[in-house]
């Protein structure tokens, strides 16, 4: 069992780019996460979706979107990356959303 | 807002000290409680949680921590650590209801071999 999958493992990106990164889980869990990691900061809630079919946001949204199209993939796109974007962005996935949350191994991103 | 703070943001220590990580959550009703753990190049797992019950908890490699509900705590402790526990370790709280969790800053704990 895999558990948490994330691609790329890192990118540079060039600002204005778009970019997705991608989050596959095989543990059919109902709910799925994404985080960002910052130095100081902790890790932050992006956006989080409970079940297939919905989505919702988290502490630090803007510039961010996510589709949940099935129970398994949970991407996570930026639509024009700025470089305040330069994170280390982990999936997570949950069967219930105050269960223990297992993460993704990270995409460690860069915008220049 | 609901946060989390952890009162550390780097710990060293030499191999047998005893640990202690401070974690504090502003949040006045019911809650789950995390301990996590990343270690150097690898992704978070858990450490140990707390929903309900003995508020001391125990968890992988000899932690534990303890919940104090009139202090809004939940600190962690080792009382020996070796040169493997060195890793970043956060604390996280999830409000019942909720599909947030709120994570602290980390504290990133250094153990001399």
């Known amino acids: 069992i895999a558990g948490i999958t994330q691609a790329p493992t890192s990118q540079i990106l060039a600002a204005g780019r778009r970019m997705t990164l991608r989050c596959t889980q095989d543990?059919?869990?109902?709910?799925m996460y994404w985080y960002r990691q910052d130095l100081g900061l902790g890790l932050r809630l992006i956006h989080y979706?409970?079940?297939?079919?919905?989505?919702g946001k988290g502490e630090v949204p803007d510039g961010y979107s996510v589709s949940r199209a099935n129970t398994d993939d949970f991407p996570l796109t930026l639509a024009s990356a700025v470089p305040s974007q330069t994170s280390v962005y982990f999936c997570a996935s949950s069967e219930g959303h105050t269960d223990t949350q297992y993460f993704g191994p990270g995409t460690r991103l860069t915008v220049l | 807002a609901q946060s989390v703070s952890q009162h550390n943001h780097h710990v060293i220590l030499s191999e047998a000290a005893s640990l202690e990580l401070g974690c504090n959550y502003s949040y006045g009703g019911t809650v789950n409680l995390f301990w996590y753990v990343q270690y150097p190049g690898q992704h978070l797992q858990l450490l140990l949680k707390y929903f309900s019950g003995d508020p001391l908890v125990k968890g992988i490699k000899g932690f534990e921590a303890e919940f104090i509900k009139s202090k809004f705590s939940f600190n962690l402790r080792k009382p020996s650590v070796q040169w493997s526990d060195t890793a970043e370790y956060f604390c996280?709280?999830?409000?019942?209801?909720?599909?947030?969790?709120?994570f602290g800053a980390g504290t990133r704990l250094f153990v001399k071999a």
């Open positions: 996280a709280v999830n409000l019942p209801g909720g599909f947030k969790t709120i």
């Open positions: 979706s409970n079940t297939a079919g919905t989505t």
């Open positions: 543990m059919r869990h109902n709910a």
